[in-house]
């Protein structure tokens, strides 16, 4: 399929990976920015899964009425192995050709991406991307929707453990999500003024862990809050409870957030982000952009080459992690 600027009449649009608060607010923007152009929108339901199934549905200005406040998406996920074949890849573009999608937008994380670029290498299908996933791990933009949704709903609940941790004068690890990114961990750390944050895929540091926690119980610290980052798989936190009880005889409690941080009502900034995002990509799109994704950079949005956001982004963790253990002394 090849397609220019003149071609665009309709587009697809589909959510993929982990879901991310955002998502809605997003899918909205696109389509009520692409009707507004004239052009038709399609939701590809499930993700790559629900394409190669042919679930796919005309959106119309209503299909998307009172969904910018709610997390998850109306268009539901998922995590399709299958679209790493190129036979699957193939029926794909069938399938869009066969129902007169010129273009595609995908909104996900690097590894929908991956599959986007090769829809569009293999088979000529514009595609741009817009950065959903709560990890806001993506390379080639500073920021991911759901990431700031996903920290306030874990600062919350640390909050409320932290209230309980001082009535009992206890020490917690809590757990939460970002798979190998520190970035949840970090800000999470940040903003309730943990005492420590385990980092994702580092050794963990017990003696320090302990040592921190001896200087606060010193100086008449009731409560100590260790944020760990969950790393390839949630559960890290029980191993590290063993060791401290085993070896340094430190007695924690845990408690794994686990995916009470991907869902929720979006914040503010995750829908504004999602509205600008999605408005960029179908104008992008309509411009005859083909391959590239919706970044968001020194504070806005910009186009960029989907090739730019294919990694995973290096992680900048020493200023974040001097200023928790700066304010935790
Ligand atoms: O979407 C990102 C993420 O929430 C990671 O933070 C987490 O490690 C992973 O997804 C969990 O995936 P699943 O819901 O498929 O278990």
């Known amino acids: 399929m090849e397609a220019s600027a003149k071609t665009i009449k309709s587009l697809g649009v589909l959510c993929s990976g982990g879901d991310s608060p955002g ?17 038709d929108v399609f939701g590809i339901y499930r993700g790559y899964s629900g394409l190669l199934e042919g679930n796919i549905r005309k959106l119309s200005l209503s299909s998307v009425s009172n969904i910018i406040q709610r997390g998850g998406t109306i268009l539901d996920s998922s995590r399709c192995m299958e679209f790493y074949a190129s036979e699957h890849r193939q029926k794909a573009a069938q399938i869009l050709s066969k129902n007169h999608i010129d273009g595609l937008i995908i909104i996900g994380g690097d590894g929908s991406f991956t599959g986007a670029m090769c829809l569009n290498q293999e088979h000529g299908v514009p595609v741009v991307g817009i950065p959903g996933t709560i990890d ?9 929707i759901g990431f700031n949704t996903a920290v306030q709903t874990a600062t919350n609940a640390v909050d409320n453990i932290r209230d309980t941790a001082s009535a009992h004068e206890r020490t917690f690890l809590v757990e939460v999500m970002g798979h190998k990114s520190s970035g949840i961990a970090l800000q999470v750390g940040v903003c309730t003024g943990a005492e420590h944050v385990v980092l994702s895929n580092q050794p963990v540091d017990y003696e320090k ?14 409560s100590s809050i260790i ?3 969950e790393g390839e798989k949630s559960g890290l936190s029980y191993e590290i409870k063993d060791v401290l009880l085993k070896h340094y005889n430190l007695s924690v409690h845990v408690c794994i957030l686990g995916h009470i941080q991907r869902g929720g009502s979006p ?3 995750d829908r504004l982000v999602a509205s600008k995002m999605g408005y960029a990509a179908v104008h992008a799109i309509h ?5 590239h994704v919706t970044a ?3 504070g806005d949005v910009e186009i960029v080459p989907l090739s730019m956001c294919l990694g995973r982004r290096n992680e900048i963790v020493a200023p974040q992690l001097e200023l928790i253990r700066a304010l935790a002394i």
């Open 136 to 144: 806001n791990d993506i390379s080639g933009t500073e920021y991911t």
């Open 209 to 222: 862990i302990t040592n921190d926690i001896a200087k606060g119980v010193a100086r008449g610290k009731t």
């Open 296 to 298: 968001f950079n020194k």
């Open 23 to 39: 998502m809605n607010p997003a899918v909205r923007a696109v389509v009520r920015t692409a009707i507004g152009l004239g052009i």
């Open 227 to 229: 944020i760990v980052a």
């Open 267 to 269: 914040t503010a900034l």
């Open 287 to 291: 411009q005859g952009q083909q391959v």
